[in-house]
């Protein structure tokens, strides 16, 4: 690098880093909207630079919709009809999600309200087959180690390790599904009635609900239907709130199906370690991908920052196994102990018969399978939900069960509507504390595609158009 090149970095991360303690001072509100910002020679002998470096700041905050410049009068703060960072003292959500759930083993609903595939996309006649085997077993009936089978253990392990980050056995943790990998590492690393942790909005409901029953405060941070967190709020919110966690769903959000693109991880994971900000990551759908050939790597694999995998086989293989998994280099022994003073240990038979499965080859040709289903569904929701819905705003997966559709009008009323027609949906107000998304909802493109599917996409639709408006 030559002395030019170096002076010009230099000067890009000074004007980068004067935007940053501007933007902390419009979050905190000592600038308000309608103020008017500093005078440029005044920011530029505070901050002792030079005047283009002061300019390429206010530059940034315009490009970004902070502030605009008035034509001789100066630059003014712009109202932020949405903030992208927010706190919430007091988490309150679980009274809304007590109907869906509800709705969930309701037979005769059809469930575009939850994020499951049909029955008839899991591989049911083999896992039962591998619970049949292992059921042979004389010790199927004992207690597991609380950490888990140690064969499922070390499977977990390579198949989660990366060049960069290897994990063995003892860093793996078996658990009841994904809630409950989330639940023990919340539960380990943040301390409960007083910290405060980072979490996407929208985000599964599940998380919040960890959070309201731990007393946390949450600092939502904006996730954007197609790429969720910007390494730039992330960084803001960590700088403003000094969270002791963050969670984040980086390949294949649910509620929106987002995909982090990889540069946007790699930041994330450099800022979160720079800061001593610990990751929970929730990749249970990072095996479900239907673009490219490989799978997103997790924000973890990159070896930079501490945290938590989590994940499960609900998804891709049983939600009723209930197997799920925390795997953690820096954490796994604390959450092995509080897993095991919560309920000892996961259910062994289970435990067995995935290992049984994911063994065989039969379990890659079935994630295949799996992958071209779903990459038609979606498609097919998708472009059915465009006609049903012409001025909505709807996001477009790369992998997933969830699509997100945003609305012009709250859709708490479309749910009842629906709910009226055996048809439930996932109104958005469940999926962050403050009730940003009222106008969304999350839509499971995971159900097989028949007359019935399509005939309830088209009802959403005319329900939609004939409410209140
Ligand atoms: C993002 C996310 N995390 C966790 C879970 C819960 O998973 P499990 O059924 O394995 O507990 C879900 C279920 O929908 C989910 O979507």
């Known amino acids: ?54 300019l390429e700041a206010y530059h940034l905050l315009e490009q970004d919709g902070w502030i ?12 932020r009809s949405s903030p992208t960072v927010r706190l919430v003292s007091e ?13 969930l083993g309701d037979p005769r609903m059809i469930s575009f309200g939850a994020a499951v595939p049909s029955d008839s996309f899991l591989p049911l006649a083999q896992i039962s087959r591998s619970l049949a085997r292992q059921n042979r077993a004389e010790d199927s009936h004992r207690y597991e180690d609380p950490r888990g089978n140690p064969a499922l253990r070390r499977f977990l392990a390579v198949l989660h390790s990366s060049r960069k980050r290897v994990y063995d056995e003892d860093d793996v943790v078996i658990t009841n599904g994904c809630s409950e990998a ?29 959070i309201e029953l731990f007393g946390l405060r949450a600092i939502e941070i904006h996730s954007s239907p197609s790429t969720g967190v910007s390494p730039e709020d992330f960084a803001r919110a960590v700088q403003m709130h000094r969270p002791r966690a963050a969670i984040l769903i980086p390949n294949f959000s649910n509620p929106t199906g987002a995909l982090m693109p990889a540069n946007a991880k790699r930041d994330i994971a450099a800022i979160a370690r720079a800061e001593g900000v610990a990751i929970i990551e ?55 102990a509080t897993k095991r003073i919560l309920n000892l240990s996961t259910n062994r038979l289970a435990q067995a018969a995935t290992l049984d499965f ?21 498609a097919r929701y998708r472009q059915e939900l465009v006609k049903a819905f012409p001025h909505a705003e709807i996001s477009r997966p790369g992998g997933g069960y ?19 027609h055996s048809i439930s949906i996932a109104p958005g107000f469940l999926f962050d504390a403050s009730g ?34």
């Open 91 to 103: 988490v309150s959500i679980d009274g809304r999600i007590s109907q869906i759930l509800k709705d």
């Open 282 to 336: 929730d990749d249970i759908y990072g095996d479900i991908f239907y673009e490219g050939d490989e799978r997103p790597p997790a924000l973890l694999a990159g070896g930079d920052a501490s945290g938590v995998l989590c994940g499960s086989v609900s998804k891709i293989i049983s939600p009723g196994l209930r197997i799920g998994w925390a795997i953690s280099k820096e954490f796994g022994g604390r959450i092995g």
């Open 358 to 378: 994911m063994r065989r080859r039969s379990y890659e040709i079935h994630l295949k399978r799996l992958r071209t289903t779903l990459a038609g569904l979606s």
């Open 182 to 210: 989330l639940f023990v590492s919340l539960m380990t690393l943040a301390q409960r009635n007083s910290d405060t942790v980072l979490v996407e909005s929208p985000a599964y409901f599940g998380i919040y609900q960890i």
């Open 402 to 420: 969830a699509i997100w559709v945003k609305t012009e009008s709250d859709t708490q009323q479309l749910s009842a509507l629906s709910r009226e």
């Open 436 to 469: 940003e998304h009222r106008r969304c909802f999350r839509m499971n493109c995971g159900l097989e595609w028949t007359p019935r599917t399509r005939t309830a996409v088209e009802t959403l639709g005319r329900l939609y158009r004939e409410m209140d408006p």
């Open 1 to 54: 690098m030559d002395l030019r090149e170096n002076d010009t970095m230099r000067s890009e991360l000074l004007y980068r880093s004067i935007a940053d303690r501007l933007k902390l001072q419009i979050d905190q509100g000592v600038l308000r909207p309608g103020d008017r910002m500093p005078s440029l020679r005044s920011l530029q002998h505070r901050e002792q630079c030079s005047l283009s470096t002061v």
């Open 68 to 79: 605009e410049a008035r034509p001789q009068s100066g630059h003014f703060v712009l109202a």
